[in-house]
């Protein structure tokens, strides 16, 4: 059994945000090369928080971008990020050596799995 299976899934890292926050649009070419960087081990998804508000069940996001890094259900970490590359690149890689200690509040139970379903967005 691999190290994926062995700890409940795939590795999933979605950027929350908002149409029409212009931080997140300062964060997004961040992302994107986070994305180029850890793609091959796991998946990046962008998150409108209002168009996509059912799979963010009870969350409640205030800060933006917020960041959620995730494996299978397990999160490991939940909250806002400043758009500095080197920042948001030892956060991953901590989450991959599970240094990170589990996000457990009870808001977020589901959170990971309903988010990792979203179809990724098109650019229209």
Same mark, same amino acid.
């Given at each position: 059994?691999?190290?994926? !299976?062995? !700890?409940?899934?795939?590795?999933?890292?979605? %950027?929350? %945000?908002?149409?029409? %926050?212009?931080? %997140?649009? *300062? #964060? #997004?070419?961040?992302? /994107? !090369?986070?994305?180029? +960087?850890?793609?091959?081990?796991?998946?990046? $998804?962008?998150?409108?928080?209002?168009?996509? +508000?059912?799979?963010?069940? @009870?969350?409640? $996001?205030?800060?933006?971008?917020?960041? =959620? &890094?995730? /494996?299978? @259900?397990?999160?490991?970490?939940?909250?806002?990020?400043?758009?500095?590359? /080197?920042?948001?690149? !030892? =956060? &991953?890689?901590? *989450? =991959?050596?599970?240094? =990170?200690? /589990? $996000?457990?509040?009870?808001?977020? $139970?589901?959170?990971?799995?309903?988010?990792?379903?979203?179809?990724?967005?098109?650019?229209?």
């Amino acid at each position: 059994m691999n190290t994926a !299976q062995a !700890q409940g899934g795939p590795w999933l890292v979605a %950027c929350l %945000c908002a149409a029409w %926050c212009r931080n %997140c649009d *300062a #964060y #997004y070419p961040t992302f /994107e !090369q986070l994305a180029r +960087e850890f793609g091959p081990r796991m998946r990046f $998804v962008k998150v409108d928080i209002e168009d996509d +508000e059912d799979a963010l069940g @009870e969350l409640d $996001v205030v800060d933006f971008p917020t960041l =959620l &890094i995730a /494996e299978g @259900e397990t999160i490991y970490f939940l909250g806002p990020v400043l758009p500095h590359l /080197e920042t948001a690149r !030892q =956060l &991953i890689e901590r *989450a =991959l050596r599970r240094e =990170l200690a /589990e $996000v457990r509040t009870a808001g977020v $139970v589901g959170l990971a799995g309903r988010v990792a379903s979203l179809r990724e967005p098109r650019d229209d």
